[in-house]
């Protein structure tokens, strides 16, 4: 499966964007999708993921109460609406899809999330 991921912009602490991600190919639904984000000087962290269906979804915990993540199968796109953004929110931003699961486990050590898309580019300002 190709990755591509958008949405990403400039705004305003407490501002909101949405990232999407669409996938290409007819077996998206198969797919376990995770979105990472990459900070200057920093590693790459798992923010989100979401599985098969939308009742099964993680959140890393500096995002769980703003950015909810979901997913289109119709139309291959999963979603992450970040909600009260903040400048430390400030990163590249990646998605990723795997056969695998969505768990803490997975997002740290990112197994089984075999297609990375290019990533969008998300700034805070303060």
């Known amino acids: 499966v190709q990755l591509q991921a958008s949405g990403g912009g400039l705004v305003q602490a407490g501002g909101s964007l949405r990232l999407s991600c669409e996938a290409s190919?007819?077996?998206?639904?198969?797919?376990?999708i995770g979105w990472f984000r990459e900070a200057p000087g920093k590693e790459r962290e798992g923010v989100s993921c979401?599985?098969?269906?939308?009742?099964?979804?993680w959140y890393e915990d500096s995002v769980k109460d703003r950015f909810r993540i979901s997913r289109d199968n119709a139309k291959n796109t999963v979603l992450l609406q970040m909600n009260n953004l903040k400048p430390e929110d400030t990163a590249v931003y990646y998605c990723?899809?795997?056969?695998?699961?969505?768990?803490?486990?997975?997002?740290?050590?990112?197994?089984?999330?075999?297609?990375w898309g290019r990533g969008t580019q998300v700034t805070v300002s303060s």
């Open positions: 990723a899809a795997g056969i695998t699961s969505c768990d803490y486990d997975v997002m740290q050590a990112r197994y089984g999330l075999d297609s």
């Open positions: 190919g007819s077996t998206f639904h198969w797919y376990v």
């Open positions: 979401i599985g098969l269906s939308e009742g099964s979804t």
